[in-house]
Nanobody, 115 residues
């Protein structure tokens, strides 16, 4: 079974930057499109960004476009989310998963942005 371990979250101020990491087990990783998702309190989990297996194609939610950047290192079975110009509305638990997402989620990593 695929295991997903997210890390890198924290408490930051508006305008700060963070880079999240997701370590993935499973031989399929290098051929899978991967995505980042987030869930704020009281909200549904939502799509943030995705990246194809080669890293050549990326896509972002409108709310993060231009501020967030997704990347991956297939040799390390890791996908990253670089977040710049963070806003309080970016506060959420962030998860990675294959895209489209399956039912197997990791524990996520909390990102809290204070104003």
């Amino acid at each position: 079974q695929v295991q997903l371990v997210e890390s890198g979250g924290g408490l930051v101020q508006a305008g700060d930057s963070l880079t999240l990491s997701c370590a993935i087990s499973g031989r399929f990783f290098s051929t899978a499109t991967m995505g980042w998702f987030r869930q704020a309190p009281g909200n549904e989990r939502e799509f943030v960004a995705r990246i194809t297996w080669s890293g050549g194609d990326t896509d972002y939610a409108g709310s993060v476009k231009g501020r967030f950047s997704i990347s991956r290192d297939n040799a390390k079975n890791t996908v990253y989310l670089n977040m710049n110009s963070l806003k309080p509305e970016d506060t959420a638990v962030y998860y990675c998963n294959v895209y489209p997402p399956g039912n197997n989620w990791g524990q996520g990593t909390q990102v809290t942005v204070s104003s």
